[in-house]
């Protein structure tokens, strides 16, 4: 795939918090090629593809997800098209909602903390800040959740551990959206397969 990136693709890449940077890397994966050794190579880069994960443009499984291969198809065509943002379903607010705490008691191996205080706060706010996350593309509906469950359960056991309650530090549900709380606990207890390095050649932008 030849990337003739243009200024109408660059401004729109821009405006999606997209860099030409990340669409290099993408062409470099969908061809299959090993770039394990640029990336343990550089910080800066490391950095770079870790964004991209968070963003959703690769997998899990270090492949280009939908939405790197609608970027790599964009900066592929000489059009005016542009990238569209991603639609928040309604069901995936309701999801998150359900799975954060109303307040701060829960029981934990027959043993029972709290409460101390309530978590939730305006439902219709969160849903607002939610679903600003997930247009802007920083974030998947997914990751919100599973990071939101992970820091929960974290803060349950390390009660247990400890003795004290831990989920009373929780954000309430509005601040740990809009300070996007859940990114700190995304990808924890991921294992990454050292892959061996290859000559990624050149490629043209």
Same mark, same amino acid.
């Given at each position: 795939?030849?990337?003739?990136?243009?200024?109408?693709?660059?401004?729109?890449?821009?405006?999606?918090?997209?860099?030409?940077?990340?669409?290099?890397?993408?062409?470099?994966?969908?061809?299959?090629?090993?770039?394990?050794?640029?990336?343990?190579?550089?910080?800066?880069?490391?950095?770079?593809?870790?964004?991209?994960?968070?963003?959703?443009?690769?997998?899990?499984?270090?492949?280009?997800?939908?939405?790197?291969?609608?970027?790599?198809?964009?900066?592929?065509?000489?059009?005016?098209?542009?990238?569209?943002?991603?639609?928040?379903?309604?069901?995936?607010?309701?999801?998150?909602?359900?799975?954060?705490? /109303?307040? #701060?008691? $829960?029981?934990?191996? &027959?043993?029972?903390?709290? =409460?101390?205080? %309530?978590?939730?706060?305006?439902?219709?706010?969160?849903?607002?800040?939610?679903?600003?996350?997930?247009?802007?593309?920083?974030?998947?509906?997914?990751?919100?959740?599973?990071?939101?469950?992970?820091?929960?359960?974290?803060?349950?056991?390390?009660?247990?551990?400890?003795?004290?309650?831990?989920?009373?530090?929780?954000?309430?549900?509005?601040?740990?959206?809009?300070?996007? /709380?859940? #990114?700190? $606990?995304?990808?924890? &207890?991921?294992?990454?397969? =050292?892959?061996? %390095?290859?000559?990624?050649?050149?490629?043209?932008?």
């Amino acid at each position: 795939m030849k990337l003739d990136i243009t200024d109408v693709h660059f401004i729109e890449l821009q405006k999606k918090g997209y860099t030409v940077d990340m669409v290099l890397i993408l062409s470099w994966i969908n061809k299959n090629l090993d770039i394990s050794h640029i990336i343990a190579g550089s910080k800066k880069i490391e950095a770079i593809y870790k964004t991209m994960k968070r963003k959703n443009l690769i997998t899990d499984d270090e492949k280009v997800s939908q939405i790197g291969i609608e970027i790599l198809d964009f900066v592929s065509l000489k059009s005016n098209k542009t990238l569209i943002k991603p639609k928040p379903a309604a069901s995936d607010f309701d999801k998150w909602w359900e799975i954060f705490p /109303s307040n #701060d008691k $829960f029981t934990i191996k &027959g043993r029972t903390f709290g =409460p101390t205080r %309530s978590l939730k706060a305006s439902k219709e706010e969160g849903r607002l800040l939610f679903n600003k996350i997930i247009i802007s593309g920083e974030f998947t509906a997914e990751q919100i959740i599973e990071g939101t469950k992970y820091d929960v359960n974290l803060k349950k056991e390390r009660s247990y551990k400890t003795g004290q309650n831990q989920l009373k530090y929780l954000q309430n549900s509005s601040t740990y959206l809009r300070h996007t /709380s859940f #990114d700190g $606990f995304l990808g924890l &207890g991921n294992k990454e397969e =050292p892959k061996q %390095s290859t000559n990624l050649g050149s490629i043209d932008i």
